[in-house]
Protein backbone atom coordinates (compact mmCIF):
# COMPACT_ATOMS: atom_id res chain seq x y z
CA UNK A 1 0.00 0.00 0.00
CA UNK A 2 1.42 3.68 -1.28
CA UNK A 3 1.02 5.65 1.95
CA UNK A 4 0.98 9.47 2.01
CA UNK A 5 4.45 10.49 2.21
CA UNK A 6 5.06 8.27 -1.03
CA UNK A 7 2.31 9.91 -2.90
CA UNK A 8 3.77 13.52 -2.25
CA UNK A 9 7.44 12.83 -3.21
CA UNK A 10 6.00 10.74 -6.83
CA UNK A 11 3.65 14.08 -7.14
CA UNK A 12 7.16 16.35 -6.43
CA UNK A 13 9.03 13.97 -8.72
CA UNK A 14 6.23 14.90 -11.49
CA UNK A 15 6.52 18.43 -11.27
CA UNK A 16 10.57 18.28 -11.15
CA UNK A 17 9.88 15.91 -14.28
CA UNK A 18 7.56 18.08 -16.49
CA UNK A 19 9.51 21.32 -15.19
CA UNK A 20 12.64 19.97 -16.60
CA UNK A 21 11.02 18.77 -19.97
CA UNK A 22 9.65 22.20 -20.34
CA UNK A 23 13.10 23.90 -19.71
CA UNK A 24 14.45 21.80 -22.72
CA UNK A 25 11.69 22.94 -24.88
CA UNK A 26 12.13 26.13 -24.74
CA UNK A 27 14.24 28.12 -27.37
CA UNK A 28 17.68 28.36 -25.56
CA UNK A 29 18.47 32.31 -27.07
CA UNK A 30 15.65 33.29 -25.11
CA UNK A 31 16.39 32.10 -21.82
CA UNK A 32 18.77 34.33 -19.29
CA UNK A 33 22.26 32.80 -18.78
CA UNK A 34 24.02 29.71 -17.71
CA UNK A 35 20.01 28.28 -18.58
CA UNK A 36 20.80 28.28 -22.15
CA UNK A 37 23.84 25.66 -21.42
CA UNK A 38 20.96 23.66 -19.42
CA UNK A 39 21.75 21.45 -17.65
CA UNK A 40 25.55 22.33 -17.66
CA UNK A 41 26.37 25.44 -15.12
CA UNK A 42 22.56 26.24 -14.80
CA UNK A 43 22.14 24.31 -11.79
CA UNK A 44 21.39 28.55 -9.60
CA UNK A 45 19.19 29.51 -11.65
CA UNK A 46 17.34 26.68 -12.42
CA UNK A 47 16.77 25.93 -9.01
CA UNK A 48 15.80 28.87 -8.31
CA UNK A 49 13.17 28.63 -11.14
CA UNK A 50 12.25 25.40 -9.88
CA UNK A 51 11.53 26.20 -6.32
CA UNK A 52 9.10 29.52 -7.66
CA UNK A 53 7.18 26.19 -9.44
CA UNK A 54 6.80 23.95 -6.77
CA UNK A 55 6.02 26.71 -4.46
CA UNK A 56 3.02 27.78 -7.17
CA UNK A 57 2.41 24.69 -7.31
CA UNK A 58 1.07 24.85 -3.50
CA UNK A 59 4.30 22.37 -2.57
CA UNK A 60 5.70 24.79 0.23
CA UNK A 61 8.83 26.79 0.38
CA UNK A 62 12.23 24.66 -0.38
CA UNK A 63 15.27 25.87 0.84
CA UNK A 64 18.28 26.63 -2.22
CA UNK A 65 21.44 24.94 -1.16
CA UNK A 66 24.81 26.11 -2.42
CA UNK A 67 27.58 23.94 -2.11
CA UNK A 68 30.93 23.12 -3.61
CA UNK A 69 33.33 20.07 -4.05
CA UNK A 70 37.11 20.35 -4.70
CA UNK A 71 38.80 18.68 -7.57
CA UNK A 72 41.80 17.06 -7.04
CA UNK A 73 42.61 16.64 -10.26
CA UNK A 74 43.42 20.22 -10.69
CA UNK A 75 42.85 21.81 -7.18
CA UNK A 76 39.77 23.48 -8.41
CA UNK A 77 36.20 23.76 -6.96
CA UNK A 78 33.09 23.42 -8.51
CA UNK A 79 29.80 24.84 -6.62
CA UNK A 80 26.33 22.77 -7.00
CA UNK A 81 22.77 24.56 -6.09
CA UNK A 82 20.05 22.06 -5.53
CA UNK A 83 16.59 22.60 -3.36
CA UNK A 84 15.85 20.93 -0.25
CA UNK A 85 13.27 19.96 2.27
CA UNK A 86 14.50 18.92 5.58
CA UNK A 87 15.84 15.45 4.08
CA UNK A 88 14.12 15.39 0.40
CA UNK A 89 16.25 16.99 -2.28
CA UNK A 90 14.81 18.03 -5.28
CA UNK A 91 16.76 19.14 -8.84
CA UNK A 92 16.89 18.50 -12.48
CA UNK A 93 20.59 19.13 -13.43
CA UNK A 94 22.88 16.68 -11.59
CA UNK A 95 23.52 15.08 -14.84
CA UNK A 96 26.15 17.23 -14.69
CA UNK A 97 28.04 15.40 -13.32
CA UNK A 98 30.06 12.66 -14.41
CA UNK A 99 29.50 10.39 -11.99
CA UNK A 100 25.09 10.77 -12.78
CA UNK A 101 23.90 9.19 -15.40
CA UNK A 102 20.41 10.55 -14.80
CA UNK A 103 19.14 13.73 -12.73
CA UNK A 104 17.66 12.46 -9.10
CA UNK A 105 14.70 14.89 -9.38
CA UNK A 106 13.07 13.75 -6.08
CA UNK A 107 15.70 11.82 -3.42
CA UNK A 108 15.62 11.50 -0.19
CA UNK A 109 18.81 11.32 2.19
CA UNK A 110 20.78 11.15 -0.84
CA UNK A 111 24.43 10.33 -0.06
CA UNK A 112 24.89 11.54 -3.55
CA UNK A 113 25.20 15.17 -1.75
CA UNK A 114 27.22 14.37 1.10
CA UNK A 115 30.68 15.40 -0.96
CA UNK A 116 29.38 19.05 -1.23
CA UNK A 117 31.06 21.27 1.37
CA UNK A 118 27.31 23.51 2.22
CA UNK A 119 27.81 27.29 1.63
CA UNK A 120 24.31 28.60 1.81
CA UNK A 121 21.10 26.55 2.55
CA UNK A 122 18.26 29.21 2.56
CA UNK A 123 14.89 30.52 1.16
CA UNK A 124 15.64 32.38 -2.03
CA UNK A 125 12.67 34.20 -3.39
CA UNK A 126 12.74 35.10 -6.72
CA UNK A 127 10.69 38.63 -5.79
CA UNK A 128 13.44 39.64 -3.05
CA UNK A 129 15.98 40.02 -6.10
CA UNK A 130 17.39 43.09 -7.85
CA UNK A 131 14.75 44.45 -10.48
CA UNK A 132 16.64 43.53 -13.05
CA UNK A 133 17.36 40.29 -12.10
CA UNK A 134 13.79 39.34 -11.12
CA UNK A 135 12.27 40.18 -14.41
CA UNK A 136 15.26 38.69 -16.48
CA UNK A 137 13.98 35.41 -13.70
CA UNK A 138 10.31 35.69 -14.29
CA UNK A 139 10.50 36.48 -18.39
CA UNK A 140 12.51 32.87 -18.08
CA UNK A 141 10.10 31.62 -15.98
CA UNK A 142 7.03 32.28 -18.11
CA UNK A 143 8.78 30.75 -21.24
CA UNK A 144 9.17 27.36 -19.30
CA UNK A 145 5.79 27.31 -17.70
CA UNK A 146 4.52 28.22 -21.25
CA UNK A 147 5.44 24.54 -21.95
CA UNK A 148 4.17 22.66 -19.32
CA UNK A 149 0.92 20.04 -19.95
CA UNK A 150 -0.23 19.40 -16.27
CA UNK A 151 -3.92 20.02 -15.59
CA UNK A 152 -3.44 23.31 -13.92
CA UNK A 153 -0.01 25.17 -14.02
CA UNK A 154 0.75 28.66 -12.57
CA UNK A 155 -0.45 31.33 -14.20
CA UNK A 156 2.28 33.60 -15.47
CA UNK A 157 3.90 36.22 -13.91
CA UNK A 158 2.48 39.20 -15.38
CA UNK A 159 -1.08 38.10 -14.51
CA UNK A 160 -1.68 38.18 -11.29
CA UNK A 161 -5.81 37.94 -10.78
CA UNK A 162 -5.58 34.03 -9.58
CA UNK A 163 -2.49 31.72 -8.67
CA UNK A 164 -3.31 29.11 -11.36
CA UNK A 165 -5.22 28.88 -14.82
CA UNK A 166 -6.42 25.49 -16.43
CA UNK A 167 -3.98 24.94 -18.73
CA UNK A 168 -5.50 24.52 -22.74
CA UNK A 169 -6.41 21.85 -23.89
CA UNK A 170 -4.89 19.99 -27.31
CA UNK A 171 -6.92 20.76 -30.18
Avoid at 93 to 98: E, I, N, V, W
Wanted: glycine fraction near 2%.
Amino acid sequence: MVDKKDKELEYLEKLATEFRIALLKCNKNSLIGNLRNFPKDSCGESSLLLGKYLNDMNQGIFEYTLGEIRNNNNNSYQSHAWLQKENIFVEITADQFPDVELPPYVTIDNPWYDKFKILESKEKDIEKQTKYTKARLLSSYDLIISNIKLKFVPQPTCLKSHPFQRAKKPL
